[in-house]
């Protein structure tokens, strides 16, 4: 199954001066097992988007599906829908209450209704995850730890649900390189270990090359492209027009290119622009062998 969006549409403060259309007429289909990554510039609608899909916002026009059943009613299919996906928002540390870490992971897991041995195994399997000892943290304070941890204990909490959806908004704001890179790793590791569904919103064009199978751009509150990281990045114009950037790796081999380097200019992660740069340093060599 999949999350479908059918002509979505969200207006803040209607009827107000300050009415403002945040989405119109989106419509998409979120394929289940892969991760799809959301991008835009700020006020593209990308967090308004994410909010609808497990009904924390309801929409003007239109409706979200979660497994063919709508996340908006009291029926008891339509919680089910609701709690199919689990969100992340950008800043999750600000989400944080309970007494201790412990706590704070094991809220959403009671509320479902786990049992405490489930619960107990659940916390474990989620610090773990974001790299959190459990002997050394599950006890102490989430408001007395650094930044990053508090972030990592937010989303371990979410984690914690075994939702077969997961929502990150901004899952590396803020965090350095080494922070960024472990976290999309375990991100990365979680997917493929639970076949979950992943939607991330991210201004990275470097991790969405990296990691994304499934590529939204939104610009103006609408869908401008969407498809492969392959068949996104190269519309460069679209890109532009969206307020972003291509990956930093195609820029690099398109001044290669500008430069006389005979390089492929279709790459756009680290792997792929490493092996098209030496197939053009090994084409070169080949072309200059046996000349004076």
């Known amino acids: ?16 001066p300050y ?3 945040a989405l ?44 063919g059943v709508s996340v908006i009613g009291k029926k008891p299919e339509n919680k089910k829908a609701r709690r199919s996906v689990g969100m992340v928002f950008q800043y ?7 007494e201790t870490v412990a706590k704070d992971i094991a809220f959403g897991p009671r509320n479902y209704g786990c049992s405490e041995e489930d619960i107990q195994q659940r916390v474990k399997a989620a610090m773990d995850f974001v790299k959190l000892d459990y002997d050394t943290y599950k006890d102490r304070s989430p408001f007395q730890l650094s930044g990053g941890q508090m972030r990592r204990v937010a989303i371990a909490g979410v984690v914690a649900l ?6 990150l908004d901004e899952p590396t704001a803020g965090l350095d390189p080494v922070g960024r890179e472990e976290l999309m790793n375990g991100i990365v590791k979680l997917h493929k270990k639970k076949n979950n569904t992943v ?6 064009m470097d991790d969405i090359a990296r990691f994304a199978d499934h590529v939204i751009i939104m610009a103006h509150g609408r869908v401008l492209l969407e498809g492969t990281p392959a068949q996104v990045f190269s519309r460069e114009d679209f890109i532009h027009q969206a307020g972003l950037e291509v990956p930093r790796v195609t820029a690099i081999v398109k001044a290669l290119k500008a430069e006389g380097v005979a390089v492929a200019t279709d790459v ?11 197939q053009a340093l090994a084409k070169k ?3 200059g062998a046996g000349k004076c």
Request: proline share 5%; glycine share 8%; charged share 20%.
């Open 199 to 204: 939607i991330m919103v991210s201004h990275s």
């Open 24 to 67: 119109d007429d989106v419509n998409l289909t979120i394929p289940q097992g892969k991760i799809t990554a959301i991008a835009g510039h700020t006020g593209s609608g990308k967090s308004t988007l994410i909010q609808h899909l497990n009904g924390l916002l309801e929409p003007a026009e239109g409706q979200v599906l979660v497994d």
């Open 92 to 98: 999750p540390e600000h989400q944080l209450f309970e």
């Open 285 to 287: 060599k080949a072309g």
């Open 162 to 167: 075994e939702t077969p959806y997961l929502v």
């Open 268 to 278: 756009y992660n680290m792997e792929d622009a490493v092996k098209a740069i030496w």
């Open 1 to 16: 199954m999949s999350i479908e969006i059918k002509n979505l549409k969200h207006i803040y403060m209607p009827r107000t």
């Open 19 to 21: 009415e403002r259309l």
